[in-house]
């Protein structure tokens, strides 16, 4: 299916478009970018302008000037009003799919926001930070540079995240302190009130085994969070 795309909506040079997106009025998407299908990006939205870091090189990217390593967007994620993702230093700056940014929301140089992360009207991500999928970050919520925020977590609104916010743990405060598991999220990935229980440990961090007996998808997301230290 073809995009929609606004008359006064700006698209740079080296900008990558699937199929089927809706782009608003005033929206300026600056290359090198990559956007998949299915995206409902609003009005007024700035996607890879220069990352606000001081050495990084300041270009017009709506009158065609390229530079860095850009921004990637996977399908189906909306997009609204006035949020801004800046281009990358290091790397791109990625959103997977089926993510939703509401409002005023900020996504700065390098972030990477995994399948499925809510991030609520006016939350302001910091460079370099990390958010697994399912996540939730609470309206107004700042996160500190180089932050990681776990699978399933739920940060209430107005929270100072300074620190790693667990898996599935539910996060509020300034600054930002575990309050409990978030019994939904895990419900919704299928969980019983048995398999919550017997993974309080571990989400908690008390118990460095992921427990077995859990759904699959659930299981697998969790040996990935376990073993993130290795990867790097």
């Known amino acids: 299916m073809a995009n929609r795309i606004h008359q006064t909506a700006i ?25 998949g299908d299915g995206n409902y990006i609003g009005p007024h939205v700035s996607i890879g302008g220069p990352a606000e870091y001081l050495g990084a090189d300041h270009l017009a990217g709506w009158d065609g000037e390229v530079g860095g390593p850009g921004v990637v967007i996977g399908d189906r994620n909306r997009i609204r009003e006035f949020v801004t993702v800046n281009q990358g230093v290091t790397e791109a700056t990625a959103v997977g799919d089926d ?5 005023r929301a900020h996504l700065a140089h390098d972030v990477r926001l995994d399948d499925g992360v809510i991030v609520t009207s006016a939350v302001q991500i910091a460079g370099h930070c990390h958010v697994w999928s399912g996540a939730n970050v609470g309206l107004g919520t700042v996160v500190h540079q180089r932050t990681t925020i776990g699978p399933g977590a739920m940060v209430g609104m107005g929270s100072a995240v300074r620190k790693e916010v667990g898996a599935f743990t539910i996060t509020v405060g300034n600054p930002a302190r575990t309050t409990g598991v978030n019994t939904v999220g895990l419900q919704r990935r299928g969980c019983t009130e048995e398999s919550i229980a017997g993974l309080t440990g571990f989400l908690t961090g008390k118990d460095p085994a992921v427990p077995g007996d859990l759904p699959e998808e659930l299981a ?3 040996k990935a969070w376990a073993e993130r230290g290795s990867q790097h």
Not at 13 to 32: H, K, Q, R, S, W
Not at 99 to 103: H, I, K
């Open 220 to 222: 697998a997301l969790l």
């Open 99 to 103: 993510c939703y940014l509401m409002g």
């Open 11 to 35: 698209i740079g040079a080296e900008v990558e478009l699937g199929d089927d997106n809706v782009i608003g009025p005033y929206t300026v998407i600056a290359g090198p970018a990559r956007i």
